[in-house]
Nanobody, 126 residues
Framework: QVQLVESGGGLVQAGDSLRLSCAAS????????MGWFRQAPGKEREFVAA????????QYSDFVKGRFTISKDNVKSTVYLYMNSLKPEDTAVYYC???????????????????WGQGTQVTVSS
């Protein structure tokens, strides 16, 4: 099993930027697809972005496309989420996620297929 530790959340104003980091340990990081999900108060957890194990393929939800960028550093065993042009509706707990299956060929947007970190709070004020 993989252990995930997120950092980088905080309180920002609309239009600001943040970078979330997720340090992984316990498995072969370079063979695992990684993702970010988020959960706002009173809402279900939703897919935000994911990246293939090699770091060469990414996928984004429509509501962050063009604003957020996911990247993966297989040397540091860390995945990042760069968030630009933040909006109040981006306020949520953001969770780092590691695919339960190594070398999965296709990026999954299904939360059940991932291990989770503890989450980091992102609050965007208007």
């Amino acid at each position: 099993q993989v252990q995930l530790v997120e950092s980088g959340g905080g309180l920002v104003q609309a239009g600001d930027s943040l970078r979330l980091s997720c340090a992984a340990s316990g498995r072969t990081f370079s063979s695992i697809n990684m993702g970010w999900f988020r959960q706002a108060p009173g809402k279900e957890r939703e897919f935000v972005a994911a990246i293939k194990s090699t770091g060469t393929v990414t996928q984004y939800s429509d509501f962050v496309k063009g604003r957020f960028t996911i990247s993966k550093d297989n040397v540091k065993s860390t995945v990042y989420l760069y968030m630009n042009s933040l909006k109040p509706e981006d306020t949520a707990v953001y969770y780092c996620a590691a695919d339960r299956v190594r070398f999965r060929g296709q990026i999954s947007t299904a939360g059940a297929q991932y291990y989770w970190g503890q989450g980091t709070q992102v609050t965007v004020s208007s």
